[in-house]
């Protein structure tokens, strides 16, 4: 009988694999650690609900990274068995999360009323009942088979001829619901991409607000003129604690952030420095809600060496291997999923405002902002 060998790439190449996965895993553990301490360290991220369905897109990038990080074990160890679960766990609950993500957005801004407190926990307690049950089970099932072993280099799940038990579960158990989640997300970004780049006139007619053309029409008639502040009104501020608007006037960013903004369960208390918020988040490039949009793309660029990689080794009936640039390209781009996540979800202007601020505080003394902060929040009390 014939034994497929579970290891063509020569040992230099294998460590080479092994280097990559844990340069790239490092950057994405910092970046996952960095938004899981955020959420710890600042009561107003904890009774955010955007940012705690963040929090567990960390969770799973830091899950993978530590899979990651046990190199190339040898096969039958425990450590190849551990490597192999842990990174197929981590994965999943990383991009399941980025799932939720779109659906509570496309969720929101579909509605044609803003969602209560008992909606967003309902819809809270529900993603969790459906995502850990089938992450374990996914995560599960190539034990049943032994399949879990040693795969050119890395452990994860292996091929080995003539049981087709190995190939079935990479597409069952990993490549289906990676492109489900890819095509899902697409689908609703796309179905609400207007309403993400929406002007101010859609936000006008969400946020009740009256059009200035009929409201300038009696004075016109009447000879009066209205300044532009008064033909606007007063500019209203969204809660800093939402990191979906974070730097985003609803006027100015459409339905999306007015639907959104309704997740915030903090309370504005002080206009003067949300305003400072929004000055340097437009200084910054936009919040987070103008840059997730683009999710998709990301999360297809990360995974689509991985699945080169997959149809090649299916398309080699003797070595069942990929060229090992593609298979570099593929452990490399992977591994940084957990950096873009980070990027897209966690450096925002209000969070590194935040960091900024507790930094000086604790580092420089607190500085004249942490003191004039510290006023202005007794001043409120």
């Known amino acids: 009988v014939k034994v497929h060998s579970s290891m063509v790439y020569t040992d230099g190449e294998v460590r080479t694999l092994g280097i990559l996965n844990v340069i790239a895993s490092t950057f994405s553990f910092l970046g996952a650690t960095f938004i899981i301490t955020n959420y710890f360290a600042f009561a107003e991220f904890k009774s955010n609900f955007a940012f705690k369905l963040i929090l567990f897109v960390a969770i799973g990038d830091v899950i993978n990274s530590l899979g990651n990080f046990m190199f190339t074990p040898e096969e039958g160890e425990v450590l190849c068995y551990l490597q192999a679960f842990l990174t197929q766990f981590g994965d999943i609950v990383s991009f399941a999360w980025v799932t939720a993500i779109a659906w509570v957005i496309y969720t929101v801004i579909r509605a044609e009323t803003p969602p209560t407190r008992n909606d967003v926990e309902k819809w809270y307690r529900r993603i969790h009942y459906i995502i850990w049950p089938t992450t374990f089970v996914l995560s599960i099932l190539p034990f049943f088979t032994s399949s879990y072993g040693r795969d050119n ?48 006139a859609p936000a006008r007619r969400n946020s009740g607000a009256t059009d200035p053309a009929k409201d300038s029409a009696p004075d016109a008639a009447a000879g009066k003129t209205k300044s532009v502040d008064e033909e606007q009104g007063p500019n209203p501020h969204p809660s800093s604690s939402d990191v979906f608007i974070d730097g985003h006037n609803p006027q100015n960013s459409g339905t999306a952030d007015l639907a959104i903004q309704q997740m915030s369960t903090m309370d504005v208390t002080d206009t003067q420095k949300q305003a400072s918020v929004e000055d340097n988040a437009a200084k910054s490039g936009g919040g987070t809600l103008q840059r997730i949009k683009f999710y998709p793309f990301v999360l297809f660029g990360c995974y689509l060496f991985a699945t080169i990689r997959r149809i090649a080794e299916w398309a080699d009936p003797v070595e069942h291997t990929a060229p090992f640039a593609i298979a570099a390209l593929q452990v490399f781009t992977s591994a940084l999923l957990g950096t873009c996540n980070a990027i897209l979800y966690g450096f925002t202007p209000v969070v590194r405002k935040k960091d900024s601020e507790w930094f000086r505080a604790k580092c420089c003394g607190g500085g004249d902002d942490a003191a004039e902060d510290a006023q202005q929040n007794a001043e409120v009390r």
């Open 153 to 200: 280099g890395l452990c994860w799940i292996k091929y080995v001829p003539p049981s087709p038990w190995g190939e079935v579960w990479r597409w069952l158990c990993f490549y289906i619901p990676l492109w489900g989640s890819i095509c899902f997300v697409g689908f609703c970004y796309w179905r609400v991409w207007g309403q993400l780049t929406a002007p101010e």
